[in-house]
């Protein structure tokens, strides 16, 4: 299938990970902003695309919770323009949303069929979102995804590096479970869906919700030890990392437990499955110090 891929989202870790495959056209602000409803068909029509990547989001998840229109009019109502403008042109949209539909409280990892009953207004507009695409006419893949990372932009490995370069001793959570994911490993995820659905045509049973995240699962005093472990290898400084449990770090928003995904879905449909989250970490933080130290 020829034609444009058309990726939301700007200079966004996802976005910017999809940017570098042949036929991305990516899109931001300020030609393609959910503030602004105009610029989306706009942008669509200019792109005249044969898919849709939807990485654009609120992604401020505290933010999030005293800023609640701003939220859904990303999370939800943007997404819900571009799902009539993929079934109306009917080409595939693929949509990224978060764990974050989850309120935690399952002991396993969550498959796409588990009850949905976010704990947070981002949770909870990435939801309303997620109903809006599927209630759409379009060929809609929505990619629940968790903890991205990437070597450079704002995240939550490239945060413990700067900090540790400068503090002893850093805290960390530690009940809080879930599985990290790279930036380039989603890339590479959406890529390989996007080639399957250019081999075989569309299908329908490529509708709906599947899990997409790093293979394994930790916590985030565990995915900050591990980053610890990777930057030392390259000479970096490594304070003493203590966890701490999530009632001794509030936050204005709250944040599921266990938001571990079950990815086989993924990989029994699209034959698709990401690396472990420790080997891409090790990929991850070698990138970092080679290309963009902290």
Same mark, same amino acid.
């Given at each position: 299938?020829?034609?444009?891929?058309?990726?939301?989202?700007?200079?966004?870790?996802?976005?910017?990970?999809?940017?570098?495959?042949?036929?991305?056209?990516?899109?931001?602000?300020?030609?393609?902003?959910?503030?602004?409803?105009? &610029?989306?068909?706009?942008?669509?029509?200019?792109?005249?695309?044969?898919?849709?990547?939807?990485?654009?989001?609120?992604?401020?998840?505290?933010?999030?919770?005293?800023?609640?229109?701003?939220?859904?009019?990303?999370?939800?109502?943007?997404?819900?323009?571009?799902?009539?403008?993929?079934?109306?042109?009917?080409?595939?949209?693929?949509?990224?949303? !978060?764990?974050?539909?989850?309120?935690?409280?399952?002991?396993?990892?969550?498959?796409?069929?588990?009850? +949905?009953?976010? =704990?947070?207004?981002?949770?909870?507009? %990435?939801?309303?979102?997620?109903?809006?695409?599927?209630?759409?006419?379009? %060929?809609?893949?929505?990619?629940?995804?968790?903890?991205?990372?990437?070597?450079?932009? %704002?995240?939550?490995?490239? !945060?413990?590096?700067?900090?540790?370069?400068?503090?002893?001793?850093?805290? +960390?959570?530690?009940? =809080?479970?879930?599985?990290?994911?790279?930036?380039?490993?989603?890339?590479?995820?959406?890529?390989?869906?996007?080639?399957?659905?250019?081999?075989?045509?569309?299908?329908?049973?490529?509708?709906?919700?599947?899990?997409?995240?790093?293979?394994?699962? &930790?916590?985030?005093?565990?995915?900050?030890?591990?980053?610890?472990?990777?930057?030392?290898?390259?000479?970096?400084?490594?304070?003493? +990392?203590?966890?701490?449990?999530?009632?001794?770090?509030?936050?204005?928003?709250?944040?599921?437990?266990?938001?571990?995904?079950?990815?086989?879905?993924? =990989?029994?449909?699209?034959?698709? =499955?990401?690396?472990?989250?420790?080997?891409?970490?090790?990929?991850?933080?070698? !990138?970092?110090? !080679?290309?963009?130290?902290?």
């Amino acid at each position: 299938m020829t034609g444009r891929i058309l990726v939301t989202g700007g200079s966004g870790q996802l976005a910017s990970a999809l940017a570098v495959h042949a036929g991305v056209h990516r899109v931001g602000r300020p030609d393609f902003d959910f503030d602004r409803p105009e &610029t989306i068909e706009a942008s669509f029509r200019l792109a005249a695309p044969r898919l849709v990547v939807n990485t654009a989001a609120y992604t401020g998840v505290d933010a999030a919770e005293s800023d609640v229109d701003a939220a859904y009019r990303a999370n939800r109502d943007g997404p819900a323009i571009l799902a009539r403008l993929c079934a109306d042109a009917d080409i595939p949209l693929i949509h990224i949303s !978060t764990d974050y539909v989850f309120d935690g409280a399952k002991p396993d990892p969550y498959v796409e069929t588990d009850a +949905v009953a976010p =704990q947070c207004v981002y949770g909870a507009s %990435k939801l309303a979102g997620e109903q809006a695409v599927m209630a759409s006419a379009a %060929k809609a893949i929505i990619l629940r995804t968790a903890w991205v990372y990437a070597a450079t932009g %704002k995240n939550f490995v490239r !945060t413990m590096l700067t900090v540790g370069k400068t503090r002893p001793r850093l805290t +960390v959570v530690a009940d =809080q479970h879930g599985s990290p994911t790279t930036a380039t490993d989603l890339s590479d995820a959406v890529m390989a869906i996007i080639a399957r659905l250019d081999a075989t045509g569309w299908q329908p049973d490529y509708r709906g919700i599947f899990h997409a995240a790093g293979s394994g699962a &930790t916590t985030w005093f565990g995915l900050a030890v591990a980053t610890f472990e990777e930057a030392a290898r390259h000479g970096a400084n490594v304070p003493e +990392v203590a966890p701490i449990a999530t009632a001794d770090w509030p936050t204005p928003a709250k944040r599921p437990a266990n938001s571990r995904l079950d990815c086989t879905r993924l =990989q029994r449909v699209f034959g698709v =499955q990401l690396p472990h989250w420790r080997d891409s970490l090790t990929r991850t933080v070698e !990138t970092i110090f !080679t290309t963009a130290p902290p």
